[in-house]
Each structure stands twice: as structure tokens, then as C-alpha cells.
């Protein structure tokens, strides 16, 4: 039996950040998903997370686990093969460092990815947003900060990640006309800004605390802004906003959701998905064809475009009701028969 902690510990600490080089959102990703596996099977196996050999973690105990997550957990199917993908990574690189687990690393990895659901995206019409981008207070630093934060996150269609892990020496201090941004897959781009939302910036960089992290949005205690902490941030605003647009109250506003307001605006304004593909900075266009089915612009051009068939010209008679009576009496007398 192989102790699973030594292991474990070189995939996340070297396997992952020096050897593949992987991002920390991908590496604390990864993290938390053994973490709720090691939970899940500590209870099973009925001893500690530490005590925990490789060769338990056979198939029927991770199909358990990802059972675990969408029903005990509440998760989605995307969230289960985020889990499993975790779990795919480990045993892969687990092949070639215990050639006597090949075997169950091969019937692990062999467990299917399940087909989620491809919904449309939701997004904000432009009242709502504009009501949404309306509702922190600018006598306030927070609001400022707040402000800033919300517009920069619309504007520039920005992740989550990158809107909370964007530093001062991403922007420029002097016009503040442009942003740097390193996205995910480590692809960066420079988006121009609006001029007001390098208005909301420069406010905001005029009251920023001049101590505290490198980042550009501090919290209250001048640490960095957290992901859950701009959560928090915006649903405290879609709820004032809702007073103003009670159509916002309806739909479920997170963080990604403004990327896809911010997608569907720059499609509906441009007309040209690879405009869209490279300001959100996809890797294909693959990525961006979700915003096409939830335009309806292209299917009513598409509708407008073709010739409906024709139909052949009538008018309705109704039955003579003598005639309908005598047809009724002949069936039942055929039923009599």
C-alpha cells in the first residue's frame, strides 16, 4: 500500500506550479477539489485524511464522490467533471511515478466526463445595467471604489480573476486610457477604456489608500479584493438597482454575468463575433458561438431572409347541422349493428 499524502503534495506543490506551470487559480482549483474528496472518503474508509492510501481511491469510491457532489452537494454536472478533471490530472501524473497503480490510474481516467446542459447565457439589458452602474454612492469611498469596479468589469468584459487580481502597474497612471490584462491561459491583451469608465478609475485612484497591496481594488483593510468579496459587492448593488429596474430582481446577476453583458453589447453593437472573441480574449471562436444563439439579430435576419411557403388560399364552411345530425345518427345506428 502507497501513502497518498507524500504524492498528492508533489503534484501541488511541484507537478503543477513549476512543471506545468499552472496558474494559482488553477492550483487552489485543484486543491479544493481533493480537499472534498479526502472528506468524502475519510468518512467512508472511516480513518483520517492523512491516513489515506492511493489504492482506496478506486473507481467505485470516486464514483461515489462525484455522486456526492451533485446530489449531496447540490453541484451542477459541470461542477462534477471540474472534480473529476482534478482527479484525471493526479493519476495521470501518478503513471509515471507508480507503475504499480497503472492500472487503476487507467480505470479512473476511463470514468466518463457526463454532457451538461447548454443553456443561453443571461445578461442585463442596457437600462439594467445602467441602473446597476448607478447605484453606489460616489459621496462614499466605497462607492467610488464600487463604481469604478462594476464599470471596469462591464467595459472591459473582464473574469472575475482578472478584474481582482488587475495591479496598479497594469493601468496607466496618466490617462488611464487602457488596461493590461493577462487572462486565462496566460494570454494577455490591452483594452482601451471608455472615457467614462477612465473617469470612475481615476476617481477611484484619486482616494485610493496609498499603503496596501499592489492590487488595484483594496478592501476595507487595504488588502486585496477577494472574489467573494466583490460577490458580495454586487449583489449589495443589483438589490438597489432592482428598486430603480425590477426586471434585475428576476435574473440571477454573478460576476460572469456582466462578461456576458459585456459580450452581448459588443455583438449587438459590432455585429462581428471576433470582435467579440478578442476583446473577451478567447482562445477560439468555438468559445464566443454561445453568444450568437442567444442574439436573436442573426435569426431574425435569417428568418427575414427566407421565402416562407405559401398556402393555398380558402374559406372555412361550417357543416350544415341537418346533415351532421343525420351523419351522427348513421354512425350509431352502424354501432347498433
Same mark, same amino acid.
Not at 462534477?80 to 482527479?87: P, Y
Not at 443553456?119 to 464600487?146: K, N, T
Given at each position: ?21 499552472? +496558474? /494559482? ?17 475519510? *468518512?467512508?474508509?472511516?480513518?483520517? /485524511?492523512?491516513?489515506?492510501? =492511493?489504492?482506496?481511491?478506486? /473507481? ?8 456526492? =457532489?451533485? #446530489?449531496? @452537494? ?10 473529476? *478533471? ?25 470514468? /466518463? ?9 443571461? $445578461? ?17 469611498? +466605497? ?7 462594476? $464599470?471596469? *468589469? ?7 480573476? #482578472? ?16 488596461? $493590461? ?8 491583451? !490591452?483594452?482601451?477604456? %471608455? ?8 476617481? %477611484? ?5 496609498? +499603503? ?12 486585496? &479584493? ?11 448593488? !443589483? ?20 462578461? $456576458? ?7 449587438? *453593437? ?6 467579440? +472573441?478578442? %476583446? ?12 450568437? @444563439? ?11 431572409? &427566407? ?17 351532421? &345530425?343525420?351523419?351522427? !345518427? ?8
Amino acid at each position: 500500500m502507497t501513502a497518498l499524502a507524500p504524492h498528492l503534495t508533489a503534484f501541488l506543490r511541484e507537478h503543477l506550479p513549476h512543471e506545468r506551470r499552472a +496558474s /494559482p487559480h488553477t492550483c487552489a482549483a485543484y486543491a479544493y477539489s481533493f480537499q472534498l474528496l479526502l472528506c468524502v472518503a475519510a *468518512a467512508r474508509l472511516r480513518t483520517a /485524511p492523512s491516513g489515506i492510501e =492511493i489504492e482506496q481511491l478506486d /473507481p467505485p469510491l470516486i464514483l461515489s464522490f462525484l455522486e456526492h =457532489i451533485e #446530489e449531496g @452537494r447540490g453541484n451542477s454536472a459541470r461542477t462534477r467533471n471540474v472534480r473529476l *478533471a482534478a482527479i484525471k490530472a493526479f493519476f495521470r501524473f501518478l503513471e509515471y511515478r507508480l507503475p504499480s497503480c497503472l492500472d487503476q490510474a487507467r480505470r479512473i481516467r476511463a470514468i /466518463p466526463m457526463k454532457k451538461v446542459d447548454e443553456a443561453l447565457v443571461s $445578461h442585463l439589458s442596457r437600462d439594467e445595467m445602467q441602473a446597476l452602474l448607478d447605484a453606489p454612492d460616489p459621496r462614499r469611498v +466605497s462607492g467610488i471604489r464600487d463604481r469604478a469596479m462594476l $464599470h471596469l *468589469a462591464f467595459a472591459a468584459g473582464l473574469r472575475v480573476s #482578472e478584474l481582482v487580481s488587475l495591479r496598479i502597474d497594469q493601468i496607466d497612471r496618466q490617462t488611464v486610457a487602457s488596461i $493590461h490584462v493577462m487572462g486565462k491561459g496566460r494570454r494577455e491583451r !490591452v483594452l482601451p477604456l %471608455w472615457k467614462e469608465t477612465a473617469a470612475a478609475l481615476k476617481a %477611484w485612484l484619486a482616494v485610493r489608500p496609498a +499603503s496596501g497591496d499592489a492590487e488595484l481594488f483594496l478592501n476595507a483593510t487595504g488588502r486585496a &479584493m477577494t472574489r467573494s468579496g466583490f460577490e458580495y459587492i454586487l449583489a449589495k448593488h !443589483v438589490a438597489i438597482a432592482a428598486r430603480k429596474q425590477p426586471s434585475i430582481a428576476d435574473k440571477r446577476v454573478t460576476p460572469h454575468v456582466l462578461r $456576458h453583458t459585456c459580450a452581448m453589447h459588443t455583438l449587438q *453593437a459590432t455585429r462581428d463575433v471576433r470582435k467579440v +472573441s478578442l %476583446w473577451l480574449g478567447h482562445a477560439s471562436l468555438q468559445s464566443t458561438e454561445i453568444y450568437l @444563439r442567444a442574439d436573436p439579430t442573426e435569426k431574425l435576419e435569417a428568418l427575414a431572409a &427566407m421565402v416562407p411557403p405559401s398556402l393555398k388560399p380558402g374559406r372555412f364552411r361550417a357543416p350544415d347541422k341537418l346533415l351532421a &345530425m343525420l351523419k351522427s !345518427v348513421s354512425r350509431s345506428a352502424d354501432y347498433v349493428e
